[in-house]
């Protein structure tokens, strides 16, 4: 994957102030996001979470999974200790694209859970691809993250593609009536570790 460093800018949050750096994939056009905080390009380790948008919980505050809540945490924990890095990779329901997303709820909504809802629309259970994280880091000066997420599965991944992980930082937040299902679907077909 080819991808281009775009533009930075000031990003005043209600978290504290970051700066916003655009990046694009040349072939496809799809573009990604990295929030930075403080010096991250000093080969000290870096609080880094690589999120996948996911409009529904980070835009609509959706109760049906824990994403909002997983992002808002990372902003403040960056917050917390004055620098990190958050990788926001437009990969919307888990890589199927939003409208697939809500044809999945519906199955959801039928009693299919989210990795039977994927599988009855045709796609693998989880599609995201990491590889543009490599650069993406790289282009920001990090070498080594201390990566937040609950998911084994994406600390190999990044691993595969030359990232430094130096410690998995779990982020056990969002759990609600509305996403138990969820959450327990994830911890037992996905492997995420969710210790409630």
Not at 84 to 97: A, D, N, S
Not at 102 to 130: H, I, M, W
């Amino acid at each position: 994957m080819s991808i281009v460093f775009i533009a930075s800018s000031k990003l005043p949050t209600r978290h504290g102030d970051f700066l916003i750096h655009a990046f694009e994939e040349s072939e496809s056009g799809q573009e990604h996001i990295a929030l930075t905080m403080g010096t991250i390009a000093d080969g000290q380790p870096v609080l880094a979470r690589v999120h996948s948008e996911c409009l529904t919980g980070d835009g609509f505050g959706s109760l049906r999974c824990d994403c909002g809540p997983q992002l808002e945490a990372a902003m403040t924990l960056i917050a917390q200790v004055g620098r990190g890095v958050i990788l926001y990779l437009r990969q919307e329901g888990r890589g199927i694209g939003l409208v697939n997303k809500v044809r999945a709820y519906a199955l959801q909504d039928t009693g299919a859970d989210t990795v039977e809802a994927n599988e009855q629309l045709g796609f693998a259970p989880d599609l995201r691809e990491y590889s543009m994280c490599e650069f993406m880091l790289a282009h920001l000066g990090v070498q080594q993250v201390k990566l937040m997420t609950n998911n084994p599965l994406k600390v190999a991944a990044l691993q595969q593609h030359g990232i430094q992980v130096v410690e998995r930082v779990p982020l056990l937040t969002g759990r609600n009536p509305h996403n138990d299902q969820y959450l327990d679907t994830k911890e037992e077909k996905m492997g995420h570790l969710l210790n409630h």
